[in-house]
């Protein structure tokens, strides 16, 4: 089974300023099956990047995804106040789906 | 636009079967195009895959519930469902389905669409 572990648990940041979030997986996958989701409290997920960098409908380009083998990166080149949320990345595989245990992004 | 709805009892007693359902509005359930899926959380915790249906029926579940887990799909309806059994506290959490959509750009599937989650307390 696939470890998806996200870093770092907490991301502090100020508006306008660029956040990286990471995302490693306990052996190389498929970057077709990586995805990035937002989630807001009270709120259902939202999908961001797939494939591993392709923008789902509606996303903002300072949201970027990129990233092989075990190591994958989300990046929001200038956080906007309605960026500060959590952040999980996800992977399949033929008969399982994984959850990285997610990023929280904050306000410094 | 697609709408997908969760329903069922909020309050489940320990040992007993946790049933959902989720009603898919706006588009067709049955399409070679999509999966279908729950997902729970935990209250303050992170997402957790149940499992998927097919529009054919065919499941898969996720290895740590699949001894527990059954997910049906009624076409005629437009709905699927999700029974966990035996379920205790740790069971509880927000439930949402989703559909998983075949983007043929990556040759992936991704959720696309999830219901507003619908919180699950097991408790007696």
């Known amino acids: 089974e696939i470890v998806l572990t996200q870093s770092p648990g907490t991301l502090s940041l100020s508006p306008g300023e660029r956040a990286t979030l990471s995302c490693r997986a306990s052996?190389?996958?498929?970057?077709?099956?990586l995805a990035w989701y937002q989630q807001k409290p009270g709120q259902a997920p939202r999908l961001l990047i797939y494939?591993?960098?392709s923008r789902a409908t509606g996303i903002p380009d300072r949201f970027s995804g990129s990233g092989s083998g075990t190591d994958f990166t989300l990046t929001i080149s200038r956080l906007e106040p309605e960026d500060f949320a959590m952040y999980y990345c996800?992977?399949?595989?033929?008969?399982?789906?994984?959850f990285g245990g997610g990023t929280k992004v904050e306000i410094k | 636009q697609l709408q997908l709805q969760e329903s069922g009892p909020g309050l489940v007693k320990p040992s007993e079967t946790l049933s959902l359902t989720c009603t898919v509005s706006g588009g067709p359930i049955s399409s070679n195009s999509y999966f279908w899926g729950w997902i729970r959380q935990p209250p303050g915790k992170g997402l957790e895959w149940i499992g998927n249906i097919y529009y054919t029926g065919t499941t898969y579940y996720n290895p740590s519930l699949e001894s527990r887990v059954t997910i049906s799909i009624d076409t005629s309806k437009n709905q699927f469902s999700l029974k966990l059994s035996s379920v205790t506290a740790a069971d509880t959490a927000v439930y949402y389905c989703g559909r998983r959509t075949y983007y043929y750009e990556t040759g992936g599937y991704y959720f696309d669409y999830w219901g507003q989650g619908t919180l699950v307390t097991v408790s007696s």
């Open positions: 494939g591993p960098s």
């Open positions: 052996q190389s996958v498929s970057s077709t099956y």
């Open positions: 996800q992977h399949y595989d033929t008969s399982s789906l994984t």
